[in-house]
């Protein structure tokens, strides 16, 4: 079964919409967990003036957080090449568990950010020790049983206008958002962002494709370069178990028309598959709702497993 949605697409696939009225009610503020409107953040924190900082967002069901591990790595990484200092980025690990609890949430999305600190005066360059900024929150998200059917969206074709270190999970999304709202201007739930020809990813969800019955993902180290995103491993994954050809490498833009079926694929939604790019229908089939089930099915087992944490 599908679900169709054209001027809204997608219930929850728009940050934001369709997940909760009133918010997070607690935040995590460097060690402490306060009420969101106790917290302070000074309006010298070089993340708010410059955007210089990194995030993540780990999606959880039943309590159990999805590719932690490699949440962890990439917000190591993101640390590591912009060169933010003072924060381990395994910390995130004991992070997502406390914010589950002062929530009363087992199945959320845990945002995570950590900018480079306080200083005064604005500079560009910054100084020596200074401390991080690390904030958080969690959200409430559908469980896994309610994306369980395939769900359709509209997509369109943007210009990806972002700046070149795109493989790091920066504050810097500007462009991205500026994507969605073209792609919102145009009744669509998601833009797929195009440079040199080559499609990227979304404004916010890895692009996959099949063209000549098999599954196109372009490549994280190919030009232009794209997030390594959690959810896109796990497609591919279940690409492989379901028997359908998998290759990963560039996917040219004025190929995508040409493709049978098109998915999104992020960690609030799991997997969309597009019903129609640039007001074009898509012909269909049957891999998507395919690739979604083995999905569930995956991280079904994996939260059924050790590791798993306590109800709140």
Do not use: C
């Not at 503020?29 to 955007?51: H, N, Q, Y």
């Not at 945002?111 to 005064?120: A, N, P």
């Amino acid at each position: 079964m599908v679900k169709r949605h054209r001027s809204r697409p997608s219930p929850g696939f728009r940050d934001g919409e369709g997940l909760t009225m009133t918010g997070p009610t607690v935040t995590l503020l460097d060690e402490k967990i306060v009420p969101v409107d106790d917290a302070r953040i000074s309006p010298f924190d070089r993340g708010f003036l410059f955007g210089d900082g990194v995030y993540e967002m780990v999606r959880t069901f039943d309590g159990v957080p999805v590719e932690m591990d490699a949440h962890v790595r990439r917000l190591a990484r993101s640390l590591r090449e912009t060169r933010i200092e003072g924060f381990d980025a395994r910390r995130f690990h004991d992070i997502v568990p406390r914010l589950l609890e002062a929530e009363r949430l087992t199945d959320a999305g845990v945002y995570l950010q950590v900018t480079r600190g306080v200083e005064r005066p604005r500079r560009h360059v910054p100084g020596d020790g200074i401390r991080p900024t690390v904030f958080a929150f969690a959200s409430p998200l559908p469980p896994l049983r309610d994306l369980a059917t395939i769900e359709s969206t509209d997509v369109v074709l943007v210009p990806d206008d972002r700046w070149s270190r795109t493989d790091l999970k920066s504050l810097n999304v500007l462009a991205n958002v500026l994507g969605a709202m073209q792609a919102r201007d145009r009744n669509a739930g998601e833009a797929i962002l195009h440079r040199d020809g080559l499609v990227s990813e979304g404004t916010h969800s890895t692009v996959i494709a099949i063209l000549d019955g098999i599954l196109i993902a372009p490549s994280i180290t190919a030009a232009p370069s794209i997030l390594p995103g959690t959810m896109r491993r796990l497609v591919l994954d279940a690409g492989r178990r379901i028997g359908i050809p998998v290759t990963e490498g560039p996917l040219r833009a004025d190929r995508i028309h040409s493709a049978t079926e098109i998915g999104i694929a992020s960690s609030r939604r799991l997997l969309h598959q597009v019903a129609r790019l640039d007001d074009r229908p898509l012909p269909g089939g049957p891999w998507m709702r395919r690739l979604l089930a083995s999905m569930v099915d995956s991280i079904g087992d994996s939260i059924a497993g050790p590791g798993r944490l306590p109800a709140p």
